[in-house]
Protein backbone atom coordinates (compact mmCIF):
# COMPACT_ATOMS: atom_id res chain seq x y z
CA UNK A 1 0.00 0.00 0.00
CA UNK A 2 1.79 3.55 -1.17
CA UNK A 3 0.42 6.71 -0.06
CA UNK A 4 1.99 9.92 -0.48
CA UNK A 5 0.57 13.60 -0.58
CA UNK A 6 -1.77 14.27 -3.35
CA UNK A 7 -2.13 10.64 -3.88
CA UNK A 8 -4.80 8.17 -2.76
CA UNK A 9 -3.56 5.54 -0.52
CA UNK A 10 -3.04 2.51 -3.61
CA UNK A 11 -2.09 -1.57 -3.76
CA UNK A 12 1.00 -2.26 -5.14
CA UNK A 13 3.20 -5.22 -5.61
CA UNK A 14 6.75 -4.75 -5.16
CA UNK A 15 8.53 -7.78 -7.73
CA UNK A 16 12.53 -6.70 -6.87
CA UNK A 17 15.48 -9.15 -6.30
CA UNK A 18 17.33 -6.35 -4.75
CA UNK A 19 16.57 -6.39 -1.42
CA UNK A 20 19.05 -6.70 1.12
CA UNK A 21 18.94 -9.49 3.30
CA UNK A 22 19.56 -7.22 6.71
CA UNK A 23 16.59 -4.94 5.72
CA UNK A 24 13.94 -8.13 4.46
CA UNK A 25 10.45 -6.27 5.18
CA UNK A 26 8.37 -7.60 7.79
CA UNK A 27 4.53 -7.22 7.79
CA UNK A 28 3.50 -3.58 9.17
CA UNK A 29 6.63 -2.08 8.53
CA UNK A 30 6.54 1.56 6.98
CA UNK A 31 9.23 1.69 3.95
CA UNK A 32 10.17 5.17 2.24
CA UNK A 33 9.63 5.15 -1.49
CA UNK A 34 9.70 7.12 -4.48
CA UNK A 35 6.68 7.01 -6.42
CA UNK A 36 5.45 8.45 -9.71
CA UNK A 37 1.96 10.24 -9.16
CA UNK A 38 0.75 9.50 -12.48
CA UNK A 39 1.10 5.67 -11.80
CA UNK A 40 2.05 4.67 -8.73
CA UNK A 41 2.66 1.08 -9.63
CA UNK A 42 6.19 3.20 -10.70
CA UNK A 43 8.00 3.37 -7.56
CA UNK A 44 11.44 2.42 -5.89
CA UNK A 45 11.84 1.37 -2.75
CA UNK A 46 14.82 3.49 -0.85
CA UNK A 47 16.58 0.76 0.31
CA UNK A 48 19.35 3.12 2.02
CA UNK A 49 16.78 4.74 4.18
CA UNK A 50 15.31 1.89 5.63
CA UNK A 51 17.34 0.71 8.87
CA UNK A 52 18.65 -3.10 8.84
CA UNK A 53 16.78 -5.22 12.16
CA UNK A 54 19.45 -4.54 14.37
CA UNK A 55 19.16 -0.91 14.17
CA UNK A 56 15.89 -0.80 14.49
CA UNK A 57 16.10 -2.79 17.25
CA UNK A 58 18.42 -0.37 18.80
CA UNK A 59 16.56 2.56 18.25
CA UNK A 60 13.18 1.49 19.70
CA UNK A 61 15.61 0.16 22.98
CA UNK A 62 17.00 3.92 23.20
CA UNK A 63 13.32 5.14 22.85
CA UNK A 64 12.38 2.44 26.07
CA UNK A 65 15.37 3.98 27.65
CA UNK A 66 14.68 7.74 27.54
CA UNK A 67 10.59 7.18 28.15
CA UNK A 68 11.48 5.07 31.44
CA UNK A 69 14.41 8.24 32.41
CA UNK A 70 11.86 10.38 32.14
CA UNK A 71 8.95 8.15 34.17
CA UNK A 72 12.22 7.58 37.29
CA UNK A 73 13.06 11.63 36.80
CA UNK A 74 9.05 12.42 37.12
CA UNK A 75 8.74 9.96 39.99
CA UNK A 76 11.97 11.30 41.65
CA UNK A 77 10.12 14.86 41.41
CA UNK A 78 6.70 13.85 42.81
CA UNK A 79 8.50 12.34 45.76
CA UNK A 80 10.67 15.23 46.84
CA UNK A 81 8.86 18.44 45.42
CA UNK A 82 7.16 19.96 48.49
CA UNK A 83 3.95 21.43 48.64
CA UNK A 84 3.12 25.31 47.08
CA UNK A 85 1.13 24.91 50.77
CA UNK A 86 3.11 23.15 54.06
CA UNK A 87 -0.18 22.25 55.82
CA UNK A 88 0.41 21.87 59.85
CA UNK A 89 -0.49 18.56 60.60
CA UNK A 90 1.17 17.35 63.02
CA UNK A 91 1.05 20.75 65.14
CA UNK A 92 -2.53 21.93 64.12
CA UNK A 93 -4.26 21.23 67.02
CA UNK A 94 -1.49 23.17 69.34
CA UNK A 95 -2.62 26.49 67.78
CA UNK A 96 -6.47 27.16 68.15
CA UNK A 97 -6.61 30.60 66.80
CA UNK A 98 -6.37 31.27 63.32
CA UNK A 99 -3.19 31.88 61.54
CA UNK A 100 -3.61 34.57 59.09
CA UNK A 101 -7.13 35.72 60.13
CA UNK A 102 -8.59 32.90 57.89
CA UNK A 103 -9.27 29.36 58.87
CA UNK A 104 -7.63 26.42 57.23
CA UNK A 105 -10.17 26.06 54.57
CA UNK A 106 -10.77 29.80 53.75
CA UNK A 107 -6.78 29.41 53.67
CA UNK A 108 -7.37 26.51 50.70
CA UNK A 109 -9.89 28.53 48.86
CA UNK A 110 -7.69 31.83 48.55
CA UNK A 111 -4.60 30.04 47.66
CA UNK A 112 -6.46 27.79 45.10
CA UNK A 113 -7.95 31.33 43.38
CA UNK A 114 -10.48 32.06 45.17
CA UNK A 115 -9.39 34.93 47.24
CA UNK A 116 -11.84 37.27 45.97
CA UNK A 117 -14.72 35.10 47.37
CA UNK A 118 -13.28 35.80 50.49
CA UNK A 119 -12.77 39.34 50.01
CA UNK A 120 -8.90 39.37 50.10
CA UNK A 121 -7.28 41.46 46.97
CA UNK A 122 -3.51 41.07 45.62
CA UNK A 123 -1.26 43.82 46.73
CA UNK A 124 2.43 43.55 48.70
CA UNK A 125 4.24 44.11 51.82
CA UNK A 126 7.36 44.83 53.32
CA UNK A 127 8.98 42.65 55.72
CA UNK A 128 9.55 44.08 58.96
CA UNK A 129 10.62 41.58 61.22
CA UNK A 130 10.06 37.80 61.60
CA UNK A 131 10.04 35.47 64.39
CA UNK A 132 9.60 31.41 64.60
CA UNK A 133 6.27 30.93 65.53
CA UNK A 134 6.66 27.31 67.47
CA UNK A 135 7.20 23.75 66.73
CA UNK A 136 6.38 22.78 62.97
CA UNK A 137 6.64 19.83 60.73
CA UNK A 138 7.89 21.83 58.02
CA UNK A 139 11.60 21.76 57.45
CA UNK A 140 12.23 25.49 57.55
CA UNK A 141 10.19 25.95 60.30
CA UNK A 142 6.21 28.39 61.01
CA UNK A 143 7.27 31.80 61.07
CA UNK A 144 5.31 34.70 62.12
CA UNK A 145 6.06 37.83 59.75
CA UNK A 146 5.35 41.00 60.78
CA UNK A 147 5.02 43.26 57.39
CA UNK A 148 4.26 46.71 56.05
CA UNK A 149 1.18 46.21 54.18
CA UNK A 150 0.13 48.23 51.01
CA UNK A 151 -3.37 49.04 51.18
CA UNK A 152 -4.82 48.14 47.84
CA UNK A 153 -7.05 51.09 48.21
CA UNK A 154 -4.43 53.82 47.66
CA UNK A 155 -4.83 54.44 51.81
CA UNK A 156 -1.93 54.41 54.41
CA UNK A 157 0.54 51.76 54.86
CA UNK A 158 -0.66 49.36 57.98
CA UNK A 159 1.28 46.55 59.61
CA UNK A 160 -0.28 43.28 59.94
CA UNK A 161 1.40 39.80 61.15
CA UNK A 162 1.28 36.74 58.81
CA UNK A 163 2.32 33.51 59.57
CA UNK A 164 4.48 31.09 56.55
CA UNK A 165 5.72 27.53 56.50
CA UNK A 166 8.62 26.60 54.85
CA UNK A 167 9.78 23.88 53.16
CA UNK A 168 13.51 24.52 53.81
CA UNK A 169 15.51 26.99 55.67
CA UNK A 170 17.48 28.38 52.57
CA UNK A 171 13.80 29.76 51.37
CA UNK A 172 12.90 30.95 54.85
CA UNK A 173 15.87 33.32 54.52
CA UNK A 174 15.05 34.57 51.49
CA UNK A 175 11.29 35.47 52.53
CA UNK A 176 11.70 36.66 56.01
CA UNK A 177 14.80 39.38 54.91
CA UNK A 178 13.79 42.82 56.94
CA UNK A 179 12.95 44.54 53.81
CA UNK A 180 11.35 41.78 51.15
CA UNK A 181 8.79 42.58 49.40
CA UNK A 182 6.29 39.64 49.67
CA UNK A 183 3.41 39.29 47.38
CA UNK A 184 0.53 39.18 49.77
CA UNK A 185 -3.80 38.92 49.51
CA UNK A 186 -5.26 41.00 52.07
CA UNK A 187 -8.65 41.92 53.08
CA UNK A 188 -8.65 46.17 52.62
CA UNK A 189 -11.29 46.60 55.20
CA UNK A 190 -8.95 44.40 57.80
CA UNK A 191 -5.26 43.90 57.07
CA UNK A 192 -5.12 40.87 59.95
CA UNK A 193 -6.90 39.10 57.18
CA UNK A 194 -3.74 38.36 55.41
CA UNK A 195 -1.85 35.81 53.53
CA UNK A 196 1.42 35.55 51.22
CA UNK A 197 0.31 34.72 47.30
CA UNK A 198 2.60 31.63 46.94
CA UNK A 199 1.36 32.11 43.31
CA UNK A 200 3.46 35.21 42.84
CA UNK A 201 6.29 34.37 44.55
CA UNK A 202 9.07 34.68 42.15
Not at 167 to 173: A, L, Q, T, Y
Amino acid sequence: MITAERLAATAVQYSGYGVPKPKWPRPGLVLPVTVDLADPNRFRIEWDQVPTGFEAAERLAENLRSQQLSEQQADAHRDHAFPRVWREVEHAASSPTLANGLTPQQTEIALAGGAAALGLVPTTAKVLTANEAGPSSAPGGTWDIAVLVNDPNCGPPGQAVTRMSFSSSERRELRTTTGCALPVLVDPDNHNRIIVDVARLS
